[in-house]
């Protein structure tokens, strides 16, 4: 009976253990899935931070680059416009914050993700996901710019993007990327050029006095035609950027002067093709382009592509006049502050100036001189030679801020190099290649004999008192065309003391 009941409790004893180690391996098991349950859910609830894209390379992208309003009525609001903001990655995005660049100064106003304001901060946009913003704009065009510009800023990872905003006022003529036919432009209201505007061949653009055009960043006028600018003494006619009020550091970061009137390269420029004929500009102001003037190549014979009198080209970071195989006849005109040069003569060609002021103090260093002539082209290793026939500077001034203000590079392979300067005021450095004392090419010069302008660095190019240009002209030259001669710039005679003055200005 005992013996039976050993056997029995080793049975129920072995039993017991393998249980208890079966147990024991469970329980084991079970911690393990416990604890990779537990790291399960840490690393899900961590990732509810850490899903949020961090990387600042990491870019929203938009619907749009500008936001257009083409016409805005004076004192009235637009009509709404909106763009949206997508996230184009696999991860959601939260953007510090959403702002205007001009702050409370804006003429615009926002609703950010159906949010009036112009202000938000940590804005979330799920994965792939988008939101729309809303913009309208306010503008007085008794007051305001003809053109009100801003900026939409995102500011996500210390990544700044921008939407630009751009709103024409109501009382303009836009021209927006267009190509004309004959017409003629008034003193009406302004015209305001964006994206350009091309004169078709063949036609003619007439301008009538006290008229206003005023050109977006990059536009150019173009003429394949004939431009005809007929502006007076009293209403001269204005071509000028579309920035007329205060500077804005969104688009000029380093300027700190108080307004736009003297900012050099804020627009292309008027370009004169090489299709264009028979053109004429009298009493306009030039301002604060590239090239003032560009005056390509002419096919003509015995016609000037361009005659211009009693003009201001002022301001203008490459060239006041860049001249390419063409023909001008000019007089009573200044053409002050340019980057490289007043006046570039590329390619040879015939060129007539007189009484013209050529005065070049441009702030920062130049080495190139304020005339500058030359009869080659160099393209891929090869020259091209051409003919300059005549370049005649007669009663002028010929001033700057360098040692040699006049430029001359003739190719040797050129036969026809013609150029002369007769009773002028010029600058020119005593160790130059220049021979100034060459009576072919420079008659009765006045040389290095400082003209004494009344303030050049407010770019008033009068004459002061003990000015050398005083009575320095001859009056032969100026009687060769007394209808455009014998009145200055400043509609004042010339011919009514000993002698004319050199230059665009008659001293009073």
Same mark, same amino acid.
């Given at each position: ?16 253990? &393998? ?37 600042? @390379?990491a ?10 309003f ?42 950010i ?15 792939e996901?988008?939101?729309? &913003? ?26 700044? +993007? ?12 836009l ?22 505007m ?14 206003k ?8 006028? &173009? ?61 306009? @102001? ?5 090239? =003032? ?5 002419? =096919? ?19 060239a =006041? ?20 040069? @007043? ?25 190139t ?6 009869n ?10 051409y ?53 072919e090419?420079?008659? @009765? ?6 003209p004494?302008?009344?303030?050049y ?6 004459? +002061? ?7 320095s ?28 003055d050199?230059g ?5």
């Amino acid at each position: 009976m005992f013996f039976f009941f050993g056997k029995q409790y080793s049975k129920l004893k072995l039993v017991i253990n &393998i249980i208890t180690k079966q147990t024991i391996l469970l329980m084991k098991y079970v911690s393990k899935i416990t604890t990779l349950l537990i790291i399960v859910i840490f690393i899900i609830q961590s990732c509810n931070k850490d899903d949020f894209i961090t990387d600042a @390379n990491a870019k929203l992208q938009f619907s749009k680059d500008t936001v257009f309003f083409d016409t805005v009525f004076n004192g009235v609001g637009s009509a709404t416009r909106y763009f949206i903001v997508y996230n184009p990655h696999s991860s959601p995005i939260n953007i510090s914050n959403i702002e205007l660049a001009k702050g409370t100064s804006s003429k615009y106003r926002l609703n950010i993700n159906g949010n009036p304001t112009n202000f938000a901060e940590n804005i979330e946009i799920a994965a792939e996901d988008s939101m729309f &913003i809303f913009v309208d704009v306010q503008i007085d065009t008794n007051t305001d710019n003809i053109i009100e510009e801003d900026q939409v800023v995102f500011n996500t990872n210390n990544n700044l +993007q921008a939407v630009n905003l751009l709103a024409f006022g109501q009382n303009v003529h836009l021209l927006n990327d267009s190509v004309i036919n004959s017409q003629t432009w008034t003193n009406d209201k302004p015209y305001v050029i964006f994206n350009s505007m091309a004169l078709n061949e063949n036609e003619t653009l007439n301008i009538e006095a006290g008229a206003k055009i005023y050109s977006h960043r990059d536009s150019r006028i &173009i003429i394949l035609g004939t431009l005809n600018v007929n502006g007076t003494f009293d209403e001269p006619v204005i071509f000028d950027a579309d920035r007329l009020n205060g500077h804005s550091s969104i688009f000029f970061d380093n300027d700190s002067t108080d307004n736009y009137d003297d900012v050099a390269g804020q627009w292309g420029g008027i370009w004169l093709t090489k299709l264009s004929k028979n053109n004429n500009i009298n009493f306009a @102001n030039i301002n604060n382009a590239v090239i =003032g003037i560009q005056v390509d190549s002419v =096919g003509q014979e015995n016609s000037f592509q361009l005659k211009i009198h009693n003009t201001k080209i002022e301001h203008h970071s490459y060239a =006041g006049i860049l001249a390419i195989e063409s023909s001008i006849f000019a007089s009573n005109c200044l053409l002050t502050d340019c980057g490289y040069y @007043n006046l570039a003569i590329t390619r040879g060609g015939s060129y007539e100036f007189y009484h013209t002021t050529f005065g070049n103090y441009w702030n920062a260093p130049r080495q190139t001189p304020a005339i500058y002539l030359n009869n080659y082209f160099k393209y891929d290793e090869t020259i091209y030679i051409y003919q300059l026939e005549k370049a005649y500077f007669g009663n002028c001034i010929i001033w700057g801020s360098n040692d040699t203000e006049i430029g001359i590079e003739q190719h040797e392979a050129g036969d026809i190099f013609n150029y002369t300067f007769e009773n002028s005021i010029i600058k020119v450095d005593k160790e130059s290649d220049i021979d100034i004392s060459d009576n072919e090419h420079f008659i @009765n010069t006045i040389n290095n004999n400082d003209p004494l302008f009344t303030d050049y660095y407010e770019y008033n190019f009068t004459l +002061q008192e003990n000015s050398s240009a005083i009575n320095s002209g001859a009056i032969e030259i100026t009687n060769l065309y007394p209808e455009y001669l014998c009145n200055d710039l400043n509609n004042e005679t010339r011919i009514s003391d000993d002698a004319p003055d050199c230059g665009c200005y008659e001293f009073k």
